[in-house]
Every structure is written in C-alpha cells, then in structure tokens.
C-alpha cells in the first residue's frame, strides 16, 4: 500500500505516503537528496523512495491485484533499478520515460511494482510494468494508489486504495491555489493506513529544494531538511 500526489499550483509540491508491514526501513538525509531505505536480506539498505537535490521524487506503491504481465519475461529494464537511476540521479525522467517507451520493463516476480516518477519542472511518469507507461506535462495534480490507472476498479482488491484515490482527488480537486507543504501533509494525513501502517509521510517542495518527513503518523513530529546544504531541523 502507498499514495503518491503531485501537485502544481503556485508551488510543485510532491508527496508519498509509505505503508509496509514486517519490513524494516530508515530515513537517511543527505547533501544529495532524502533516501527512504528498505533493508533487504540480500542487498542490504536500498534507496527505493525520496527526492533529489535535481529536484527529482521517486515513489514505488505496490499495484493490487498483481498482474503476472510483470513478471521478467525476456530482455528488458527492471523498474526498481530504474527508479534508484533517477532517484540517485544517474538517469533523468524523461530518459527513463523515453526507456519505458522502447522496451519491456519488468518488476519483480510475483509482484507489480509501479512507479511514481516526477522532476524538478512538475512533470509525472507513472510506469506500470506490463501495462504501460503515462506521462503528464505538469499537470495540475496526479494520484497513484495501489491500482493500476489502466484498469481503474474493473479488478478489487483489499488494498487497492480505490477509497484513498477518491479521498485525496477530492481534496486536491478543492485544493487553494497556494497549494503547500501543511495542505499535501493533510491530504497524507487523511489517506495514512494503520493495518498496513504508514511509517513514513514525506512532503517535497521542489522549488526550495526542502524535504518534510515524519514516521508512524505522529503529525505533530515533522523533521524538515534543505537539500544541497544538508541543513537540517
């Protein structure tokens, strides 16, 4: 489970709500950029989720149900390792865009992971392997829950967040057009998930190039960190 919003009003403002269950994480804040890291038994601390000091965010939610079109079939591009690229500023948005144009990208087995990609101008990728790719040229607002955008609610599943997409649309839809970091950390806020919990909210105000956070919903905790300056509070 995730939610992933970008917004751009006066202000591109992009946030990610991460929701796991049984998986350990941190948040590591750095000159270059704000790395939510997921501990795997393999790998070790990997930068899945956060934002750049380029200006780049990279969210990952889980798409339910899991579509086996996904699974590695043949050459292709690994969504995890293309999300990393961007988020660790080796590849730009509109070269992964321009990858995911050209050739199959695969997730892990058994598994779907999309991707929920922006840059510094407001631009989204949302990539959903096996499915496809959509970009929007700084749109207004976007959502990505734990559906596929092509498929909308034609499959359900408990943790889709069909009812988290409604939620935010509505209160993005409303939004002022001074759209800013308390206004995203209230739309997070009210979609933020206990079951599957939500360990980590993350607000990014592109334009300053600043990073919010705060860990297992306590919105009253909210640590702030400038990137490029490694300025933190």
């Given at each position: 489970m995730c939610t992933s919003i970008a917004v751009n009003r006066k202000k591109t403002i992009i946030g990610w709500n991460l929701d796991i269950l049984d998986m350990e994480y941190r948040v590591r804040p750095t000159v270059e950029g704000v790395y939510i890291e997921i501990n795997d038994e393999k790998e070790g601390w990997l930068p899945l989720f956060g934002a750049n000091a380029r200006g780049d965010f990279v969210g990952m939610p889980t798409c339910w149900p899991y579509d086996p079109r996904s699974d590695p079939n043949g050459p292709g591009e690994n969504i995890i390792l293309l999300d990393i690229d961007l988020l660790m500023q080796k590849k730009t948005l509109q070269e992964i865009r321009d990858i995911a144009e050209n050739r199959p990208v695969f997730s892990e087995p058994g598994l779907t992971f999309m991707g929920a990609l922006s840059d510094a101008a407001g631009n989204v990728l949302h990539l959903i392997p096996g499915q496809g790719l959509r970009y929007y040229e700084k749109p207004d607002y976007r959502i990505l829950t734990n559906f596929s955008p092509f498929k909308q609610d034609a499959e359900k599943h408990p943790w889709m967040g069909w009812d988290?997409?409604?939620?935010?649309?509505?209160?993005?839809?409303?939004?002022?057009?001074?759209?800013?970091?308390?206004?995203?950390?209230?739309?997070?806020?009210?979609?933020?998930?206990?079951?599957?919990?939500?360990?980590?909210?993350?607000v990014f105000d592109v334009g300053e190039r600043t990073v919010y956070w705060c860990e297992n919903r306590e919105w009253d905790a909210i640590r702030t960190f400038r990137l490029g300056e490694g300025r933190q509070k």
């Open positions: 988290r997409y409604h939620r935010a649309e509505a209160m993005l839809r409303g939004g002022p057009d001074d759209f800013g970091v308390p206004d995203c950390f209230a739309v997070l806020r009210a979609v933020a998930q206990e079951v599957c919990p939500t360990v980590v909210s993350m």
